[in-house]
């Protein structure tokens, strides 16, 4: 009985933190707030190469994982694509905000804090602006929460399938948005190489242990 309560207190937060987005965002919904499936940003391939080959509109966009992303929608969805571009985009706001929460839970946040910043997170208008549009700031600010995810569960286990995955992360981000360039992805592996060697040393075959 005693571990039921303390697995229904762990899962407490996340069911809370679920009913409020579903209950925000059906009254956002029917306030009038509608997804904005625009393709036609000067950012964005042709639509017409997209559905013609992802490879072409992968190679020739400068935001190529986005524009990967676009396309494969397109070929699996056609006409109905923004319907879909809005299922992923409510799914990525539910493991958005459960990433938040579970970041600040696991630093030392207090939990009720963790839950009210996670909750004003969620309410924001900028949230809801860009939860409803169709466009690579959302999906990078998700890769971004998880990449911190799969750090703070590396430094907490210290099992280096969490550090592979954060800059897998961490890849995806670099080419889906211009702005974190290469190098910066470099310096921060470097950085990482560093900050480890100086607690322990590990061997290679540590890596998908």
């Known amino acids: 009985m005693g571990n039921l309560f ?11 933190i679920l009913l409020i987005f579903v209950l925000s965002r059906l009254f956002f919904r029917y306030s009038g707030v509608v997804f904005f ?3 036609w940003h000067m950012q964005f391939v042709d639509p017409i190469c997209w559905k013609r080959t992802c490879c072409e509109a992968f190679f020739i966009s400068i935001i190529s994982g986005f524009c990967l992303f676009l396309g494969v929608l397109l070929k699996l969805f056609s006409s109905e694509y923004g319907d879909a571009c809005q299922v992923v985009f409510i799914v990525l706001g539910i493991v958005l905000a459960f990433g938040i929460y579970y970041i ?12 009210i910043i996670t909750v004003l997170y969620l309410l924001s208008p900028a949230t809801i602006l860009y939860e409803n549009l169709l466009f690579y700031t959302y999906p990078v600010t998700v890769l971004l929460v998880l990449a911190a995810v799969a750090l703070v569960e ?6 280096y399938r969490f550090l592979f995955s954060f ?7 670099v080419i889906t948005r211009s702005l974190f360039h290469p190098v910066w992805f470099a310096v921060l592996f470097v950085l990482m190489l560093l900050i480890d060697r100086t607690e322990k040393k590990y061997s290679w075959q540590q890596l998908f242990r």
């Open 104 to 115: 600040m839970a696991n630093v030392g946040i207090n939990i009720r804090l963790a839950m």
């Open 154 to 159: 590396f430094y907490r286990t210290k099992k």
């Open 167 to 173: 800059f897998i992360l961490l890849s995806a981000v």
């Open 37 to 39: 499936p625009d393709i």
């Open 6 to 16: 303390k697995r229904y207190s762990s899962v407490q937060p996340y069911l809370i």
